[in-house]
């Protein structure tokens, strides 16, 4: 099974913050990476697919990268209604998600 | 625009069988996966399986021997049955479309308890 570890798991932020989450697989996945947008009581929402490409409607603020094994969801400047968790998913194998980070109110 | 309603029962005792349905509303079953994923109260997401419209299936191997989905070309619906339930399987469960990994459009969720 392909594990994915993401770091951290909670980030306190201010409106305007450069937010940086990463997401670790245990093994080669290829550019199979996901991340996922999930606030509370609503589905999780698409954000970048592929590692690094935007889903139609999806804020420029936010940006994917890839550095081996290790991605990347940056936010560049923090807004409102980006206090949420985010959730990395690789679909290379049996498809698995990231255990989240919580991007919280500093 | 995809609409994916979803429904079934939300309470069930220990050892029962977990049954939801997915409707999919203006989109067809054709050239997509029909998944189902789920999360526990403050836990993360966990893949549980997923149906395309031929009926071909892929299971999460920790859930595979309890797990069926299975879908209804004619009513344009899919649907998950999760046998002998436990706490364990307490949680938020999701249907959604997947293209090629990527899933985009999901149902709202069904809270289904466990308990006694």
């Known amino acids: 099974d392909i594990q994915m570890t993401q770091s951290p798991s909670f980030l306190s932020a201010s409106v305007g913050d450069r937010v940086t989450i990463t997401c670790q697989a245990s093994q080669d996945i290829s550019n199979h990476l996901n991340w996922y947008q999930k606030k509370p009581g609503r589905a999780p929402k698409l954000l970048i697919y592929d590692v690094s490409n935007l889903l139609r409607g999806v804020p420029s603020r936010f940006s994917g990268s890839r550095s081996g094994t290790l991605f990347t969801l940056t936010i560049a400047s923090l807004h409102l209604e980006d206090f949420a968790t985010y959730f990395c998913q690789q679909y290379d194998g049996v498809p698995s998600f990231g255990p989240g980070t919580t991007v919280d109110f500093k | 625009q995809v609409h994916l309603p979803q429904w079934g029962a939300g309470l069930l005792k220990p050892s029962e069988t977990l049954s939801l349905t997915c409707g999919v509303d203006g989109g067809s079953l054709s050239g997509y996966y029909w998944s189902w994923i789920r999360q526990p109260p403050g836990k993360g997401l966990e893949w549980i399986g997923e149906i395309n419209h031929s009926g071909a299936t892929n299971y999460n191997p920790s859930l595979k021997s309890r797990v069926t989905i299975s879908i209804d070309t004619s009513k344009n619906q899919f649907s998950l049955k999760l046998s002998s339930v436990t706490a364990a399987d307490t949680a938020v469960y999701y249907c959604?479309?997947?293209?090629?990994?990527?899933?985009?459009?999901w149902g709202q969720g069904t809270l289904v308890t466990v308990s006694p």
């Open positions: 959604a479309r997947d293209l090629e990994g990527l899933i985009e459009y």
